[in-house]
């Protein structure tokens, strides 16, 4: 470093134990930038109601990064939560990760519970298993269980899950069957959960739940029924 080798932001460094932000700083030896070896970043976030799936928003409305207080990383959201549901939501800078947990063709499985309008018969809990018709396309087979519901209630609660990530699909399904969804939360992505997760709050994911994550993002869907 003494020899003036080393250049950080232009200007040569010869003072030992000088420090600088490989991540932020124009580091250069003889000449070349010093290239960063990234490192990868998971985080678990619970995203609450209010707050758009993007890094920005043109009508200036909240965003999830909004949430990452302390956050130095370039971190991306998986997939998308619209702005009315909550739940959980993956934040990386893992991009060959990110591409196949939001491909339909690896049947990563995502749970919502969705709070709908009126009691759904059997007859609706079959057509959404089946799939049914949403935007002039028919909507993969999904699992679905309808929560205890007490005598008289003018509403239920539905447990979804679905392995393909259209554009608010469970909302749009329980449309299509005559049940509007007036809450959705979702409570997994593939093998995560975190019940305990408040809404607003972060946490990075620990080793075997990222091991976790990607095996199941190598997996297929099972067979259209």
Same mark, same amino acid.
């Given at each position: ?7 950080v932001?232009?200007a040569?460094v010869r ?12 580091i ?13 970043r ?40 619209d ?19 939001t ?22 809990v ?6 049914? @018709?949403?935007d002039? #396309? &028919?909507?993969?087979?999904?699992? $679905? +269980?309808v929560?205890?519901?007490r005598? *008289? =209630? ?7 899950t679905i ?14 069957i005559?049940?509007? @969804?007036n809450?959705? #939360? &979702?409570?997994?992505?593939g093998? $995560? +959960? ?5 809404? *607003? =709050? ?9 091991e ?14």
């Open positions: 470093m003494l020899d003036g080798r080393v250049q932001n232009g040569t003072e030992l134990g000088s420090k600088a932000d490989p991540a932020r700083d124009d250069r030896v003889d000449g070349r930038r010093v290239k960063v070896v990234e490192q990868h998971y985080l678990l976030l619970n995203k609450p109601r209010g707050y758009v799936t993007t890094r920005s928003d043109p009508q200036r409305r909240p965003t999830v990064i909004d949430l990452l207080r302390g956050v130095r990383e370039y971190l991306y959201p998986v997939g998308r939560l702005f009315e549901s909550e739940g959980l939501l993956l934040l990386t800078n893992d991009g060959d990760l990110a591409a196949r947990l491909h339909p063709s690896h049947g990563v499985a995502r749970v919502y519970e969705a709070r709908v309008l009126g009691v759904p018969d059997e007859h609706d079959q057509r959404l298993s089946r799939g049914l @018709v949403v002039g #396309r &028919r909507t993969e087979p999904a699992d $679905i +269980r929560l205890p519901v005598r *008289g =209630a003018d509403e239920a609660t539905l447990v979804v392995r393909e990530g259209r554009n608010r699909q469970v909302r749009k399904m329980c449309d299509a005559g049940h509007p @969804v809450h959705l #939360r &979702r409570v997994a992505i093998p $995560i +959960r975190d019940p305990k997760l408040k809404p *607003g =709050a972060f946490r990075d994911l620990r080793g075997d739940e990222i976790a994550l990607k095996k199941a993002s190598r997996g297929r869907p099972s067979p259209r029924r």
